[in-house]
Structures are given as structure tokens and as C-alpha cells.
């Protein structure tokens, strides 16, 4: 670039900016250089740049051939001398613009900058950092406040969601818990009902069988004077006598007035027993023999212990202790029963699916069966435990059983609230413990431990 090129670009900017030669001579300048030194430009024309300067001519020249030898911009700093006589320090920036040759010296320019006003500005420049830094702080303050708020919005909104959820799942319970209770009461209605109808008639006939048996004998030894005092008979009688094969009739009616009155006997236990489960009048604190509840959940079950074509028969062994009456509420305490006897049977019906009673098994003494144990644990409590020769419960199943609605039944046969209202029976109502013991494989057991009082 030659110097007129030089002034042409330096016109324009608004930066001072000097041409000199490595030997220092001033070659061109703009008019902020002259400005800065207070002169007007034509004064310049001709100067070396130690004229100007207050630094020694040595050390400019040793700056200038600095610039000249690098590519990279040569930092420096220079005294101006004004022309009012005060002085300016300045920050120089050289860079070669024409290396040095044989026809020339090289062309260096050189950017000057007022320190002081470098300086300010540095301070500006600080000033607008802090400023900027603190303003960053802030924001970032407001953005952790931001995000600690959405936090806490978020736990608020996850509480809220498990609250309702709880209130949910305690709606959907009592819900169950009211259905369950309204078909037990239901069932109770119609137990009763029936066992009340059932009752009259049975006591009727119950009532007349003994008098029918005695009345019956008499006649019969009516009949045996009759044929004592008169050894011969009309022919038309002795014929009657061959049709309706006396002897054997004498012989037969005592055994069929036996009969009879077993099995009446037995509709009245039955009656007896439905009577005892609904226990509908028995919503307080009552003291009752368990065995009685025990016995009568069983009459109730009764149909599901027989064989049928799928299932063998469910042997029922009771090992019944003495007992003493216990205080309680009996209809819940035999709804206790009769869910897990129920499950019991399920669990056997199950294992019978699974091939455990097949036909070899069913000549081993290992048939499906259900043992009832009571006995007195202490003057204060006793116990009831229901166990089945089933498949047992894993430890899985286990833990979950007495959550509501756990159930491995599919849908429909199996709502999962049995074991969970027995448990609120039993430890709830009646200050109890009930527990489970299971080895999978070879069955389950139910523990009820329940105060006398
Ligand atoms: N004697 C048992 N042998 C094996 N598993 C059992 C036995 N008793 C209970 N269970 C298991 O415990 C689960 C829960 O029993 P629970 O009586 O509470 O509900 P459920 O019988 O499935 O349904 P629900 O009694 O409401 O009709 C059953 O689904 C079953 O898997
Ligand atoms: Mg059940």
C-alpha cells in the first residue's frame, strides 16, 4: 500500500492511524492524529516519529523493526507530545503493510489509542460486566426459584393425586365392602326365612312321629290278642293276612318309624344350623360355642364337600377342644368361617384340576381334606385353625393376601375382599390375630386367635 493509498483508507475511519517507515520517518497520518496531537496535519508533513514522541529515537526504532519482522500485530505504547506542551500516553498497534526490500524500507501503520480513554473505557467495560454478571446472577436465582417452584407445585400435584387415589381405593372398598355386607345380610334374610318355614312343619311331624310309633305299636299288640284269642280265622281274613305279608310288615314299620324319625332329626340339626349361621338377631356382643358356628358354615358348605364328576369328596376332620363360650359378634365370626373354609375348598378344587387327586393318589391316605383344630391357648384366648392338604400359597400370594382385592381367582369367581374383611373381623372387631402359614405343595393353614372376652 502505498502512502496515498494509505490516506484514502485512513480518511474514512475514525481512529488515528500513522504510516511510518522502519527508519521512523512519518509518511502519512489522518486527521484524529492530529487532533490527538493538537496540530493541524500539514505540520505533520515531514516529521519523524521521535519528533512527536517524548520516547528515545533507540527504543522507536527497535519498536518499528519489531512490527516490520513479525506478521501478528506488535503491541507498544508511545508518549505524545502535544502542542500545548501537555503529554499523552497511548497504546500503539503495529503491523507491517509493506516489508522491507531493496528499493525500500518497510511501511508499517500504526493504530493508536488514548490510554486514559483505553482505560475508561476498560472501566466501562468492567463496569458493564459486573452489571452483566450480577444481571445473570439474578436471572439465575429467579430460574432456580422458578424451578424450585415447579418442584414444589409438582410434589403438591403428586400428593394431591395419591390422596385422591387413597380416597378412591377407600371409596371402592366400602363400596364392596356394603355390597359384600348387603348380599351376606341378603343371604342371611333368606337363610332365615327358609329355616323359619322349614321349621313349623318339621316340628309338626317331629312332634306326631312319636305318638304315631305309639299308637302303631299298640295296635299292632292289639292285633297280636286278636290273633292269640281267636287261633281261627275267617279264610277271608287269612288271605288278607298272605297279600299284605304281615309278619314282614310288624318286622319293617318299627325300622321305618326309626327312619323316620332320624331323618327328621336330622332337618331339624339342619334347620338348627341355617338358624345359627344367619344369626340375624345376634348384631351385638354375644357368648356363643364356636363349634356351633363352625358346624353350621359347614352344613351350609355341605354341598361342595361331596364328590362330583370333576372332584372327589372333601373329608372334613374335626379335632374340636373343650371350648369355653366366647364372647363375640357370631354371624361376623361365621362369615369368617365361611370365607375361609370357601377359599379351602377353591384351593382343593384347584389342586383337583391339577391332577393332585388323580387315581393312584386317591388310594393313599392323601385325599383332599380340611382339618379344624380348636383349642384353649390360655384363660384368655382361643384358637381356630382351618387348614387344607390344597397347593398351597407362595410366599408371593402370601404377603398380599389380606390386601383388598387381591385375588388369583379369574374374574367373576373371586372378588379378593374375603381374607380382607375377615382380617377387619377378626382384628379389628375382636381385638384377634389371624394369620397364614403355608408349604406350597402340600396346603395351607389359617390361624384364628381370637380373646374369650
Ligand atoms: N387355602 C388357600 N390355599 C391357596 N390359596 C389361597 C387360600 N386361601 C386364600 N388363597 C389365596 O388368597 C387369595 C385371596 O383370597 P380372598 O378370599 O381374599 O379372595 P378370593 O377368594 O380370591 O375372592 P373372594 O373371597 O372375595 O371371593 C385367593 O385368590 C387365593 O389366591
Ligand atoms: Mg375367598
Known amino acids: 500500500m502505498s502512502p496515498e493509498q494509505f490516506l484514502e483508507l485512513a480518511k474514512v475511519l475514525p481512529e488515528p492511524l500513522l504510516l511510518v ?14 487532533d490527538m496531537l493538537g496540530l493541524r496535519r500539514q505540520e505533520l508533513r515531514g516529521k519523524m516519529l521521535f519528533d512527536l514522541v517524548t520516547e528515545c529515537a ?14 501478528a500485530m506488535i503491541l507498544g505504547s508511545l508518549t505524545l507530545r502535544r502542542n500545548d506542551g501537555q503529554t499523552l500516553i497511548c497504546r500503539s498497534q503495529g503491523a507491517v503493510i509493506q516489508p522491507w526490500s531493496a528499493e525500500s524500507s518497510a511501511l508499517i501503520v500504526l493504530r493508536l489509542e488514548n ?8 472501566l466501562l467495560l468492567n463496569d458493564k460486566i459486573e452489571e452483566l454478571a450480577k444481571e445473570v446472577q439474578k436471572r439465575k436465582q429467579a430460574e432456580l426459584e ?6 414444589e407445585l409438582e410434589i403438591r400435584v403428586e400428593e394431591r393425586t ?43 311331624i317331629y312332634g306326631n312321629l312319636h305318638h304315631a310309633h305309639k299308637y302303631t305299636q299298640d295296635l299292632l299288640k292289639l292285633l297280636q290278642i286278636y290273633q292269640q284269642a281267636c287261633p281261627n280265622l275267617p279264610l277271608e281274613l287269612e288271605k288278607q293276612i298272605e297279600e299284605i305279608d304281615l309278619d314282614f310288615l310288624i318286622e319293617d314299620i318299627i325300622k321305618l318309624f326309626d327312619s323316620m324319625r332320624v331323618g327328621t332329626e336330622r332337618i331339624r340339626e339342619i334347620v338348627q344350623s341355617l338358624r345359627n349361621f344367619s344369626r340375624l338377631d345376634e348384631a351385638e356382643l354375644k357368648q356363643v360355642n ?51 373354609l370357601a377359599n379351602a375348598i377353591d384351593a382343593l378344587e384347584r389342586s383337583a384340576i391339577a391332577g393332585r387327586w388323580s387315581a393312584v393318589n386317591s388310594t393313599t391316605i392323601d385325599n383332599p381334606q380340611i382339618e379344624i383344630r380348636t383349642e384353649v391357648i390360655n384363660q384368655n384366648w382361643i384358637m381356630v385353625t382351618i387348614a387344607d392338604n390344597g397347593l398351597g400359597i407362595n410366599e408371593q400370594v402370601r404377603s ?13 369367581k373371586g372378588t379378593g375382599l374375603g381374607l380382607y374383611v375377615s382380617y377387619q373381623i377378626i382384628v379389628e372387631k375382636h381385638g384377634g390375630k389371624l394369620s397364614c402359614f403355608s408349604t406350597v405343595g402340600k396346603g395351607a393353614e389359617f390361624m384364628i386367635k381370637i380373646p374369650v372376652k
Open 21 to 34: 517507515s522502519s527508519k521512523g520517518e512519518l509518511l502519512a497520518s489522518n486527521q484524529p492524529v492530529a
Open 58 to 71: 533507540n527504543d522507536i526504532i527497535k519498536y518499528l523493526q519489531a512490527c516490520s519482522s513479525s506478521r
Open 115 to 122: 490510554r486514559t480513554v483505553a482505560s475508561n473505557n476498560f
Open 146 to 151: 422458578l424451578q424450585k417452584a415447579n418442584e
Open 162 to 204: 395419591i390422596a385422591l387415589q387413597e380416597t378412591l381405593n377407600e371409596l371402592q372398598i366400602t363400596q364392596t365392602q356394603l355390597i359384600q355386607a348387603e348380599k351376606m345380610s341378603s343371604l342371611g334374610q333368606m337363610i332365615a326365612g327358609i329355616a323359619h318355614e322349614v321349621n313349623n312343619p318339621v316340628s309338626f
Open 290 to 340: 364356636i363349634h356351633e358356628g363352625i358346624d353350621s358354615t359347614l352344613m351350609i358348605l355341605e354341598h361342595r364337600l361331596q364328590a362330583t364328576q370333576e372332584y372327589p369328596e372333601i373329608h372334613v376332620i374335626r379335632k374340636y377342644g373343650q371350648l369355653p363360650n366366647v364372647t363375640c359378634y357370631p354371624g361376623q365370626l361365621n362369615q369368617v368361617f365361611m370365607n375361609i
Open 400 to 412: 398380599k393376601l389380606f390386601d383388598p382385592f387381591f385375588t388369583t381367582k379369574p374374574v367373576g
